[in-house]
């Protein structure tokens, strides 16, 4: 059981990236995924959720209209769709699992969540 984020760079403020969470040894349909990141000094927090029932899709007020998660169940596979990247949105993107719905569990840290993978990073000049 592994998942992999990629996809990270160093943008311009207001370009745009796709972040992927890909997964192995599992379908990544069974579970509720969440998107996290850490700045540099600061604790890890959730970004974005989208939960594994009815495939519902959460986001922190940060982010809400700039970006999308959605999943490829043919490559099991999620993706954060970011546009409009501001500078504090860099960090390390990270991806993770979790079997309930999202409810506000992807609201801070991520506690709830497992099967960390490597992050990718996200640098955004302004």
């Known amino acids: ?15 745009s990236l796709t972040l992927s969470c890909a997964a192995s040894g599992f379908p990544l ?5 969440g998107w996290f990141r ?27 209209g700039r970006f999308t998660i959605s999943r490829d169940e043919d490559n099991n596979t999620v993706y954060l769709q970011m546009n409009n990247l501001k ?13 309930q719905k999202c409810r506000d569990a992807f609201i801070g840290p991520g506690d709830t969540f497992s099967n960390w993978g490597r992050g990718t990073l996200v ?3 302004s």
């Open 1 to 15: 059981v592994q998942l992999q984020a990629s996809g990270g760079g160093l943008v311009q403020a207001g370009e």
């Open 38 to 64: 850490q700045a540099p000094g600061k604790e890890r927090e959730g970004v974005s959720c989208i939960a594994s029932d009815d495939r519902s899709a959460h986001y922190i007020d940060a982010v809400k």
């Open 87 to 99: 500078p504090e949105d860099t960090g390390v993107y990270y991806c993770a699992t979790r079997p």
């Open 123 to 125: 640098t955004v000049s």
């Open 29 to 33: 349909d069974y579970y509720t995924i």
